[in-house]
C-alpha cells in the first residue's frame, strides 16, 4: 500500500510564501515523475507543476516564476515553494506520484488528499 500525505497548507496574505511537502510512503520500489495539482471552488483540477526523477520540470505558465517545484528522491519527497502568492492561487493542492511497488510492476497514479492553500488579506 502506498501513501501520500501533504503538508504546509495554510492562510497567507497576498505575497507571502507558502512551502508544500508530500512524502510517499509504503512498499515503493520506484518512483518516476510526482507533481502538485490544485482544484479551486468550481474548477477542474489543474497541473501546477511536475518534476521527473532526473529532476526535469515543467510549470503551469500561472506560476512560472513564482513556483519551485523540487524533489529529494532519497525521502521519497517532493516540495513545492510558492512565493508571490496572490488570490486566484487559492485551492486544495494535490500531491501526485507514479510508483511501481515492484521490479515487476508497472508504474501506478497516487494522489495525496489535498492540502488547502488560502491567499487572502
Known amino acids: 500500500q502506498v501513501q501520500l500525505l501533504e503538508s504546509g497548507g495554510g492562510l497567507v496574505q497576498p505575497g507571502g510564501s507558502l512551502r508544500l511537502s508530500c512524502v510517499a510512503s509504503?512498499?515503493?520500489?520506484?518512483?518516476?515523475?510526482m507533481g502538485w495539482y490544485r482544484q479551486a471552488p468550481g474548477k477542474e483540477r489543474e497541473l501546477v507543476a511536475r518534476?521527473?526523477?532526473?529532476?526535469?520540470?515543467n510549470y503551469a505558465d500561472s506560476v512560472k516564476g513564482r513556483f519551485t517545484i523540487s524533489r529529494d528522491n532519497a525521502k521519497n519527497t517532493v516540495y513545492l515553494q510558492m512565493n508571490s502568492l496572490k488570490p486566484e492561487d487559492t485551492a486544495v493542492y494535490y500531491c501526485?506520484?507514479?510508483?511501481?511497488?515492484?521490479?515487476?510492476?508497472?508504474?501506478?497514479?497516487?494522489w495525496g488528499q489535498g492540502t488547502q492553500v488560502t491567499v487572502s488579506s
Open positions: 501526485n506520484a507514479d510508483i511501481r511497488w515492484a521490479y515487476y510492476s508497472g508504474y501506478q497514479d497516487y
Open positions: 518534476i521527473t526523477s532526473g529532476g526535469s520540470t
Open positions: 509504503g512498499s515503493i520500489f520506484e518512483i518516476n515523475a
